[in-house]
T-cell receptor, first 113, second 115 residues
Framework: GGIITQTPKFLIGQEGQKLTLKCQQNFNHDTMYWYRQDSGKGLRLIYYSITENDLQKGDLSEGYDASREKKSSFSLTVTSAQKNEMAVFLC????????????FGEGSKLTVL | GEQVEQRPPHLSVREGDSAVITCTYTDPNSYYFFWYKQEPGASLQLLMKVFSSTEINEGQGFTVLLNKKDKRLSLNLTAAHPGDSAAYFCAVSLYYGSSGNKLIFGIGTLLSVKP
């Protein structure tokens, strides 16, 4: 088995601030994902990466940057946090690009004051 | 792009009742289908994945039906108990060639099972 670790679990920031979320996986999976979860809107894909140093934009990439410097880690940066923004960011990984099954972390909850 | 519509957004049932959650999708090239369960404060856990054109899969206390002709996926909890209270998400996988695949999720259904 393996685990996906997201840090921090809770992040509070100020409007306009650049905020970074980190994700580590020890499954040795090729593909990693960042999703944003909002109540009533399900999960929306921000970025994904099919291998080290690869980045693919999802449907919600505007306002975010991502970085995959190692196979085991995938970071997401909110480039300018918006006031009253509150969401849970979920990191996930999958063994390959074709299987479809994702393994999720527990999430990082963002609050912007 | 692919649209996945999940209904209902909220569902409240009594213990022992059945509960049905349905998703419809638009892209006929979708080829993997999933149900995930998310308990409060926890990560999403895979309940079941299905692939065939018309398939009924039975798990522990639930049944999943995929009808590709109608582009419909459903989850039926046959005799719900309070431990089934959670958010349930359907997801549809699309293949993008060298860009890999990604999952498109429904909005989720918050199921409450009352004793």
């Amino acid at each position: 088995g393996g685990i996906i670790t997201q840090t921090p679990k809770f992040l509070i920031g100020q409007e306009g601030q650049k905020l970074t979320l980190k994700c580590q996986q020890n499954f040795n999976h090729d593909t990693m994902y960042w999703y944003r979860q909002d109540s009533g809107k399900g999960l929306r894909l921000i970025y994904y990466s099919i291998t080290e140093n690869d980045l693919q934009k999802g449907d919600l990439s505007e306002g975010y940057d991502a970085s995959r410097e190692k196979k085991s880690s995938f970071s997401l940066t909110v480039t300018s946090a918006q006031k009253n923004e509150m969401a849970v960011f979920l990191c996930a990984s999958s063994p390959g690009t074709y299987t479809g099954q994702l393994y999720f972390g527990e999430g990082s909850k963002l609050t912007v004051l | 792009g692919e649209q996945v519509e999940q209904r209902p957004p909220h569902l409240s049932v009594r213990e022992g009742d059945s509960a049905v959650i349905t998703c419809t999708y638009t892209d006929p090239n979708s080829y993997y289908f999933f149900w995930y369960k998310q308990e409060p404060g926890a990560s999403l856990q895979l309940l079941m994945k299905v692939f065939s054109s018309t398939e009924i899969n039975e798990g522990q206390g639930f049944t999943v039906l995929l009808n590709k002709k109608d582009k419909r996926l459903s989850l039926n909890l046959t005799a719900a108990h309070p431990g089934d209270s959670a958010a349930y998400f359907c997801a549809v996988s699309l293949y993008y060639g060298s860009s890999g695949n990604k999952l498109i999720f429904g909005i989720g259904t918050l199921l409450s099972v009352k004793p």
